[in-house]
């Protein structure tokens, strides 16, 4: 095996079914606005400081559940790290998301999108936001069909175009207006979200916290404790599930239309269509974790379901041949403080976490993971992480995997890493 990595930075602007109660038990008590009603008080999502993740070093980190590391290789792979920094854009502000649909890398930062080309040295080639900048920062940034789907802090989901000159056009706002002037027409339609407060059960009344499409599927999910399934052909909300009992920090979806719930309330929740019916329902309840989870991966065939937590584990949970549900097969250890972002690649996973680090993470034959090594460039927590595979080119004849890391410091870290027989799709979750 051979591991070669290098680095570069750029940074972005910083521009400015029913719950009655407001997501208060996030990942921290850090300060943060919430949509337009102001209910929340913290998220994972929103936190404009990272002081408070100081005190995930107190947190369990699941002794009860078996370690699957291996120690590292008795030689281990030569690893290199080159330091390269593109033209900053200041003031800098958290990067909240990170999405890669090849060759544009879109980075969220407050209520903007930055769209950078990787076969331009990284130019900026577009930066797009809401008409109105009271839709708030944008949560995260997800593609289907062709088109961008961005999360916003004022419980709407936008859907974007791109043109051939690489510029962004909002095409779409959910729930459209036409959607909800058919259904504010019956009562029925309307749900109480708080005191004396009705909305349509269409409508998010919190934050929207992730995105996640695949096939004929787009699936949103929010601070509101709640799960929503939209049609692509219409952007129609089909169904919506009060799927926890605090917020839902993260969202996946496997090729075969498992969706994959992450909350402040400790759990993972697995959802499918029932035999014989039409609409979603939940499969399982994963409640191997002591704290708020924050982030979910799935490999490549949706078999290998990987979580982190504030507990500073990550969790591997294999699918059963039995079930269509994950168990879990043991704990990967190390990262000194909560868990923010993963993705995985082929036979590498990659974890970014309050510590400030990045570690990557290499699953074996025998279901072990060795940590291959940490990044430690960031000067403050790690929030979101893309990649994307490179085959051949300025890599080795090995190819390699390009990782980007974005911090609450504002930096983008454009890492490359060459590892022999590195190959597969990419599947990442989104924060």
């Given amino acids: 095996m051979k591991i070669r990595s290098w680095l570069s930075t750029f940074s972005t602007t910083d521009c400015s079914s029913t719950t009655t109660t407001p997501p208060l038990n996030h990942l921290s008590s ?164 708080r005191r004396h407060k009705k909305r349509l059960w269409i409508e998010h009344h919190d934050a929207v916290s992730g995105l996640a499409a695949s096939g004929d599927l787009i699936c949103s999910v929010s601070w509101d404790k709640c799960l929503k399934i939209w049609r692509p052909s219409d952007f129609r909300c089909v169904q919506s599930v009060k799927a926890h009992d605090d917020a839902i920090n993260a969202v996946a979806v496997s090729g075969d239309g498992i969706i994959y719930t992450a909350s402040a309330d400790c759990r993972i929740k697995v959802w499918g269509i029932p035999f014989g019916e039409r609409q979603y329902g939940p499969i399982a309840t994963l409640e191997k974790h002591k704290s708020a989870v924050n982030a979910l991966a799935l490999n490549g065939d949706g078999t290998v379901l990987f979580s982190g937590a504030c507990d500073r584990s990550i969790l591997v949970w294999e699918r059963e041949d039995s079930a269509n549900y994950m168990v879990v097969t043991g704990a990967l250890r190390g990262h000194k403080k909560a868990i923010l972002c993963l993705i995985n690649v082929s036979d590498l996973l990659f974890s970014g976490s309050a510590d400030r680090t990045v570690r990557i993470w290499q699953r074996g034959h025998d279901g072990k993971f060795c940590c291959l090594t940490v990044l430690d460039a960031h000067e403050k927590p790690v929030r979101s992480l893309a990649a994307v595979v490179d085959e051949g080119g300025s890599a080795t004849v090995f190819g390699g995997v390009r990782v980007f890391s974005g911090s609450f410091d504002g930096d983008i870290k454009v890492w490359e890493v060459v590892v022999s027989k590195v190959s ?6 989104g924060f």
């Fill in 30 to 193: 850090a300060t943060s606005s919430s949509s337009s009603d102001n209910t929340s008080s913290a998220s994972l999502s929103s936190l404009t400081s990272y002081n408070s993740l100081q005190t995930n070093l107190s947190l369990q980190t699941l002794p009860s559940i078996p370690s699957l590391q291996t120690n590292l290789l008795s030689s281990p792979a030569p690893l290199s790290l080159h330091h390269h920094t593109l033209p900053s854009l200041s003031p800098r502000g958290i990067i909240a998301s990170l999405a890669l649909r090849h060759p544009l890398l879109y980075a969220a930062s407050g209520h903007q999108i930055h769209v950078f080309d990787l076969t331009d040295n990284y130019a900026l080639v577009d930066t797009f936001s809401g008409r109105d900048p009271s839709s708030g920062s944008i949560k995260s940034v997800t593609f289907h069909r062709g088109k961008v789907l961005t999360a916003h802090q004022d419980c709407k989901i936008r859907v974007w175009e791109l043109a051939a000159d690489k510029k962004h056009a909002l095409v779409a706002t959910l729930p459209t207006v036409k959607d909800r002037l058919r259904r504010s027409v019956f009562p029925k339609n309307y749900v109480t979200v």
């Fill in 424 to 429: 597969g799709n990419l599947h990442s979750n």
